[in-house]
């Protein structure tokens, strides 16, 4: 049981270059999330999906998307990335039906540079 | 809209003398809360967890939380701080929206222990 696990571990990009962050999890949550982590800021929502097939933008969502490929796969997309999305990426999953607890399980996170 | 305020960017305790770590926030729901500990460059553990039960909450480590509703406060404590305790610690408040939850991250307090 692996949990929720995020490849790769660390990038480094140029402006304008593309890449995926992938993220699964196996514990058959039904929702899904990806933060990015700055200094000082805290963790921020950039999408999330309840549930497999619906995505939602969250705080910070512009120049990302994102696709839940199925119930165990989240995919993060940079089309053209930008220095100001230099940041640790985290991957969360979460059952909010069982327990009704909304405690969220997080991945090791993707340090990302982009130059 | 819920928000939390993390009031202490940084705490410095000497090892075996008690922690607190402030925090307040604001919800227009009845929230759930947690406390996140976040090792240097590693993901993040949940400590501990609020949900409407008891109002005093013991988590991993020895630490523990106080809900105080009236204060809006659920400042994390712990008797006698441990050398591996040095960490960055998260305040969390939960949004419950059609059976699914999004979380709202303070910006952290860095605990440094000393000998």
């Known amino acids: 049981n692996a949990g929720v696990t995020q490849t790769p571990k660390f990038q480094v990009l140029k402006t304008g270059q593309s890449m995926t962050l992938q993220c699964a999890q196996d514990?058959?949550?039904?929702?899904m999330y990806w933060y990015r982590q700055d200094p000082g800021m805290g963790l921020r929502l950039i999408y999330y999906s309840a549930s497999e097939g619906t995505t939602d933008k969250g705080e910070v969502p512009n120049g990302y998307n994102v696709s839940r490929l199925n119930k165990r796969e989240f995919s993060l997309r940079l089309e053209s990335a930008a220095p100001s999305q230099t940041s640790v990426y985290f991957c969360?999953?979460?059952?909010?039906?069982?327990?009704?607890?909304?405690?969220?399980?997080f991945g090791p996170g993707t340090r990302l540079t982009v130059l | 809209a819920q928000s939390v305020t993390q009031l202490d960017s940084h705490v410095s305790v000497s090892e075996g003398t008690p922690v607190l770590l402030r925090c307040n926030y604001s919800?227009?729901?009845?929230?759930?809360l947690f406390w996140y500990v976040q090792h240097p460059n590693k993901g993040l553990q949940l400590l501990l967890k609020?949900?409407?039960?008891?109002?005093l909450v013991k988590g991993i480590n020895g630490f523990e939380a106080e809900f105080k509703k009236s204060e809006t406060s659920f400042h994390l404590t712990k008797p006698s701080a441990h050398m591996s305790d040095a960490a960055e610690y998260f305040c969390v408040v939960t949004r419950r929206t059609s059976g699914y939850s999004t979380l709202t991250f303070g910006k952290g307090t860095m605990l440094l222990v000393s000998p």
């Open positions: 969360a999953s979460s059952e909010p039906r069982r327990e009704l607890t909304d405690e969220q399980f």
């Open positions: 919800s227009s729901y009845s929230p759930s």
């Open positions: 609020y949900t409407s039960a008891a109002t």
């Open positions: 514990m058959n949550h039904n929702s």
